[in-house]
């Protein structure tokens, strides 16, 4: 069964970081994008970055742009999200997806084929 499993999350201060994981089971991500998402109470969910299948190709939604970094290591088949400078507005559950195809900041959710469960981060002092 092809699975993603998120984690890392949790409660740090204002100006902290956190490294989200992604790790795939079932399956291998070497031909598949990999999107992050997060979804706030009362938000919908939005993209926040994604990765291109062989890692080379990144983006960021503008509010996490020069904060956030996305990386892919295939032979682990896991992606990561390093988190810094996180601000209040960050708290929200953190989704992974895995789309077999390219994808960009633009790319609907529903071309992603698969999802983790989420992970909480949360950011207050």
């Known amino acids: 069964q092809r699975q993603l499993v998120e984690s890392g999350g949790g409660l740090v201060q204002p100006g902290g970081s956190l490294r989200l994981s992604c790790a795939a089971s079932g399956f291998t991500l070497d031909y598949y994008a990999i999107g992050w998402f997060r979804q706030a109470p009362g938000k919908e969910r939005e993209g926040v970055s994604c990765i291109s299948s062989s890692g080379g190709d990144t983006y960021y939604a503008d509010s996490v742009k020069g904060r956030f970094t996305i990386s892919k290591d295939n032979a682990k088949s896991t992606v990561y999200l390093q988190m810094n400078s996180l601000k209040p507005e960050d708290t929200a559950v953190y989704y992974c997806?895995?789309?077999?195809?390219?994808?960009?900041?633009?790319?609907?959710?529903?071309?992603?084929?698969?999802w983790g469960q989420g992970t909480q981060v949360t950011v207050s002092s």
């Open positions: 997806a895995a789309a077999p195809r390219p994808v960009d900041v633009t790319t609907p959710q529903y071309e992603y084929d698969y």
